[in-house]
């Protein structure tokens, strides 16, 4: 079995945790890799933690 990732809406790599935030004021949440959440929540007012997001793994 393998696990099935999912692209960073930041950076676009494929990754298989993805961390739910908003970073902005727009309210939008973003499901970003954890080097692009390390770097928008340093020092943000606007940043909101929303969950985790763990890839399955994929069926043979």
Do not use: F
């Given at each position: 079995?393998?696990?099935?990732?999912?692209?960073?809406?930041?950076c676009?790599?494929?990754?298989e945790?993805?961390?739910?935030i908003?970073?902005d004021?727009s309210?939008?949440?973003?499901?970003?890799c954890?080097?692009?959440?390390?770097?928008?929540s340093?020092?943000?007012?606007?940043?909101?933690y929303g969950?985790?997001w763990?890839?399955?793994?994929?069926?043979s």
């Amino acid at each position: 079995m393998s696990l099935k990732g999912k692209p960073c809406q930041k950076c676009n790599h494929i990754v298989e945790i993805r961390y739910r935030i908003q970073w902005d004021s727009s309210g939008k949440w973003y499901q970003v890799c954890l080097n692009c959440w390390q770097k928008v929540s340093q020092n943000n007012p606007q940043y909101r933690y929303g969950g985790t997001w763990k890839a399955k793994k994929k069926r043979s």
